[in-house]
């Protein structure tokens, strides 16, 4: 299915962001540095040098290496790349780092060569190439990150291998050996030859982006990054508008009382992502402390139904949607009365219902087995069924509280309308009787975005029909652990809630801010189970202390029109753009390097 197909798409980004951001502290990259320059001091001496000096002639060779390679360092990140977001000292080190080892294999091959064939000029070859090999690298790396121009850029990749060229030669002549012209000239040509390199290099991967979405991948590539690395949501969500689609969203409203509320219930039908800060990742929180300043109450944010496909895709169409819901106030209210709770299952689903006035609410989960997101032909479906049952006004919910392997959605589909069927049937034909509500939201302080934790909290809205308590539970996360929503559950019933569903709010504020195989962690994972079942009850406890009797209750559906998403298509497109680029990056990579490669190889014969 389409959705399976992003999901899976999605999946591969997030193991290429998990690899892109493993980067060691300073300490352990200075440590590295440290071994890399004494490995290459030792080397050089120990080769070059049959005296029995040559041990303290290595040593300080490889601490001028050192501090040379400290300094450039320091002057890329706080001089050169200044006001650059991404190259600090610490990635500017890192880089410094893989040059550094990228060097070093060619004084190895070098050093080989001239013990082998007792010729010292190899060594020098060598060097050299490595030069050549390192200005690549850099010139490659600070091109496609930096958003500074191209001058600074272009002296953030020389100063390093330049001074590093420096020292070698400084050294190769002291002890005795010529600097000809034929080794100056090698240089000017393999500066050059850097150049057109690179340019070919990523004027191809440019074209690449171009061809997928529209956008040359440099410039999403820092767009991503400024994202992922800093927080920037500006340079991302441009583009995320160039590329997205308008399309029109609705929202499902349930107020509990009107127009004085004494709780609501808002089930947008937009997904809360793709992640961190942009698009609508933060909108169920957004939505909530926007309508409690305007409805005077708690306001909880479950899961619609929906995919990536519905993502916003900048803060501009989060404000638009809100406030198309603030103006959206007025409707007609229902009688105050209300069914029961029931819940029916299957073998696959279960299905949570309850009459409200003239409306339904209505909730699906597959636990204990992985909930994830379902289509919107679910939600129509469930629609149809309610008209059935003579009910104006239906919310659809996905639980989306369990997440524990693979998902099959296809075959869940049928036994999910099929349950769904059955449980607006039979809601529908249960007496309705006056009711209470009572809600609380809770802020674990314990839990944060690393944890799982949106900034929404714990959200409790108790409903009392006759004697039957049942208790809607919206976290504010992205899933759940398998088993939790069970033990939540038995811990409501030990209060004297009977009935009751457990939502997450699928916030992707929680997405990309860890390293993992999913790049989150679902609710529960790693926070403190007990004290997590603990902050639940609390918020049902105070939300019980708060029942009122409803006077009447308030269902509609508001459509807001124009709303620009990021779209199915393109979001599978943007996902799988960072698998066309590394594919394409190391199909040319071969023979753009490989023939410079050569050209210079064939060059240094003749120094």
């Known amino acids: 299915m389409p959705n399976e197909t992003l999901n899976r798409s999605m999946d591969s980004a997030v193991k290429h962001y998990e690899s892109l951001f493993k980067l060691p502290s300073y300490g352990r990259v200075l440590l590295f540095q440290t071994a890399v320059c004494l490995v290459c001091g030792l080397l050089s001496a120990s080769v070059l040098l049959v005296h029995d000096y040559w041990l303290t002639v290595g040593l300080s060779l490889s601490l001028v290496i050192l501090l040379v390679n400290v300094f450039s360092d320091l002057a890329v990140s706080k001089v050169i790349m200044r006001g650059d977001p991404i190259f600090d000292f610490r990635r500017t080190a890192a880089v410094s780092l893989i040059c550094l080892g990228v060097w070093i294999i060619f004084l190895l091959a070098g050093t080989t060569l001239t013990v082998a064939v007792n010729s010292p000029w190899w060594w020098m070859r060598f060097c050299l190439l490595g030069f050549s090999a390192v200005l690549l690298l850099r010139l490659v790396v600070f091109r496609a990150v930096s958003g500074l121009r191209s001058f600074r850029s272009h002296s953030a990749s020389f100063l390093q291998p330049v001074l590093h060229l420096i020292i070698f030669l400084a050294f190769w002549a002291k002890i005795g050996f010529e600097i000809n012209l034929q080794m100056l000239i090698f240089l000017v040509f393999s500066t050059v030859l850097g150049f057109v390199s690179t340019l070919l290099f990523l004027s191809i991967l440019d074209r690449v982006g171009k061809e997928t979405v529209g956008v040359p991948a440099l410039s999403l590539l820092k767009a991503f990054l400024l994202n992922w690395v800093l927080g920037l949501i500006a340079p991302f969500e441009e583009l995320l508008e160039r590329l997205g689609e308008e399309t029109d969203v609705e929202v499902s409203l349930i107020r509990f009382g009107y127009p004085k509320s004494k709780a609501a219930i808002v089930v947008p039908f937009v997904h809360p992502g793709p992640f961190k800060n942009i698009g609508s990742s933060a909108l169920p929180y957004m939505i909530k402390t926007e309508l409690e300043a305007e409805y005077g109450c708690v306001v909880g944010v479950p899961h619609g139904l929906f995919g990536h496909e519905l993502d916003l895709a900048s803060q501009a169409q989060?404000?638009?949607?809100?406030?198309?819901?603030?103006?959206?106030?007025?409707?007609?209210?229902?009688?105050?009365?209300?069914?029961?709770?029931?819940?029916?299952?299957?073998?696959?689903a279960t299905a949570s219902c309850q009459i409200f006035g003239n409306s339904v609410f209505l909730s699906f989960t597959l636990s204990p087995r992985t909930t994830e997101d379902f289509p919107k032909e679910l939600g129509i479906f469930a629609r149809q069924e309610a008209e059935k049952n003579d009910l104006e006004c239906s919310a659809v919910v996905n639980a989306h509280n369990c997440i524990d392997g693979s998902f099959d959605m296809q075959k869940t589909l049928d036994a999910i309308q099929n349950v769904a069927a059955k449980a607006i049937k039979k809601a529908a034909s249960l007496n309705r009787q006056p009711f209470s509500v009572g809600a609380a939201t809770v802020f674990p302080k314990e839990f944060g975005l690393k944890d799982g934790m949106g900034l929404g909290g714990i959200t409790a809205i108790v409903v009392k029909v006759a004697e039957q308590k049942a208790a809607y539970i919206i976290i504010d996360g992205n899933n759940m652990i398998t088993g939790l929503r069970e033990r939540m559950l038995s811990a409501l019933r030990s209060l004297g809630v009977e009935e009751g569903?457990?939502?997450?709010?699928?916030?992707?504020?929680?997405?990309?801010?860890?390293?993992?195989?999913?790049?989150?962690?679902?609710?529960?994972?790693?926070?403190?189970?007990?004290?997590?079942?603990?902050?639940?009850?609390?918020?049902?406890?105070?939300?019980?202390?708060?029942?009122?009797?409803?006077?009447?209750?308030?269902?509609?559906?508001?459509?807001?029109?124009?709303?620009?998403?990021?779209?199915?298509?393109?979001?599978?497109?943007?996902?799988?753009?960072?698998?066309?680029?590394?594919?394409?990056?190391?199909?040319?990579?071969?023979?753009i390097f490989g023939v410079t490669g050569l050209l210079l190889m064939l060059f240094l014969l003749y120094v």
Request: hydrophobic content about 40%; glycine content about 6%; charged content about 25%.
């Open 501 to 591: 569903e457990i939502f997450t709010t699928d916030t992707h504020v929680v997405n990309a801010v860890i390293l993992g195989e999913r790049g989150y962690h679902p609710v529960g994972e790693v926070m403190d189970n007990e004290k997590l079942v603990g902050y639940v009850k609390e918020a049902s406890i105070k939300a019980m202390s708060r029942l009122e009797p409803v006077e009447n209750v308030c269902c509609r559906s508001v459509l807001i029109r124009g709303v620009k998403v990021i779209g199915e298509k393109q979001l599978e497109m943007l996902c799988l753009l960072i698998d066309k680029g590394l594919q394409k990056a190391k199909r040319i990579s071969a023979p």
């Open 318 to 348: 989060n404000q638009k949607l809100i406030k198309a819901l603030a103006g959206s106030a007025d409707c007609t209210p229902f009688e105050a009365k209300a069914s029961p709770f029931i819940s029916l299952s299957n073998d696959l």
